[in-house]
């Protein structure tokens, strides 16, 4: 396994504050047309100590919409 340097964690930290200046909520986040949608296709919610994941279609078509938005 390779060393790891402080120009590596550098460029780590580095990376997670551009992304933090961005916008980014969590993994994944796309960003389309300077537009940030952080997983598109889920509605994920907390309900008191239980995550809910669905299927979020609403999300989904505005992702969509601005992909192929000219």
Known sequence: MPE???AHR???LADHAAGGARGVQG???FFVHETGFFCPTLDIRKVGDEWQVQFDRDAFDAFV???FAG
């Open 4 to 6: 790891v340097t402080d």
């Open 27 to 29: 993994s994944p986040t």
């Open 65 to 67: 919409a601005e992909v």
């Open 10 to 12: 550098d460029a780590v």
